[in-house]
């Protein structure tokens, strides 16, 4: 039977390499995105069962009727995907109020927004998927990544609360924790250069050349799917042997004491 998702930031990554992977799969999409051309030529290949809205995720009150539309024009959505991010890097000195107010508006609040609004339909119609694209960024940290890390950490903190929650509803939420993927995410960040006091420092780092990344946002993709229509979702999908290996090693670091 056929599915139909919701997904932010469907205009690239891996918004866009999930839209045309379930489009393949015979499913529909209401995707949303800040600029709908760029999805025509999916418009062009798979036309009624591509639903469009424009949507930039910090727009809320936007958000809240592109939702109602989404919901009003379709049976059910089964799966919600809330995808739309981006990162600002840079020593957190370094960084001005508006990257912070934008960040969090744009990783954080906006996905917290989206839940809320699409919790009340799911339940309603019985059920269904809430995917939130979190990183294995919100388990670790790295110096000169930390606005990003406090987005990520947030929603996830959000995430695990909220899963409990509507879980009797028959809602089943996960967060996909990816490493390092090959989209055009490191392209689209802003990096701040630092100052001179963090120059040589932690915070001072060399970006990783994105064909050393390990992730392909295909693979990624694939096993976001595959965990979004198995019977018992994860709560948790961690992806990616560079997040595996940092996950665990920061857990085995991690000193517990019993009193
Ligand atoms: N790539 C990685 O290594 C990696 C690893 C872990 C987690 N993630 C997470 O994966 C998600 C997708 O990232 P990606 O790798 O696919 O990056 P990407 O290629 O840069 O795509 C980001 C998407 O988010 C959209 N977006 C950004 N701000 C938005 C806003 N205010 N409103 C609506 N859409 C907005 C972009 O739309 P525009 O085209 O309009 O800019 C684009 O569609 C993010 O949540 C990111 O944190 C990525």
Redesign the pocket.
Known sequence: MSTTWFI?????????ELTEQVLARGDRVAA????PS?LDDLAAAHGHRLWMRQ????DTVRMGRVVEEAFTDHERIDVVVS?????VFGAAEDLTNDQVEQMIA??LT?AIHLARLVVPYLHRQGGGRLIQ?????GHIAFPAFSL?HAT?WGIEGFFEALAQEVEPFGIHTTLV?????R??????ATRVPVSEPYQGGPADRTPIPLEQ?P?S?TRVVAAMIEAALSENPPRRLLLGSDAYRLVTEALTKCKVTIN
């Open positions: 932010t930031g469907a205009s690239r990554g891996l918004g866009r949303t995105l800040r600029t760029q949507l930039d995720v910090t995808n739309a991010g981006f990162g744009t990783n906006a694209v979190s990183s294995m960024g990003y990520k924790e990816p490493g390092m993927i989209t055009s995410f490191y392209e689209a990344m992730g946002q």
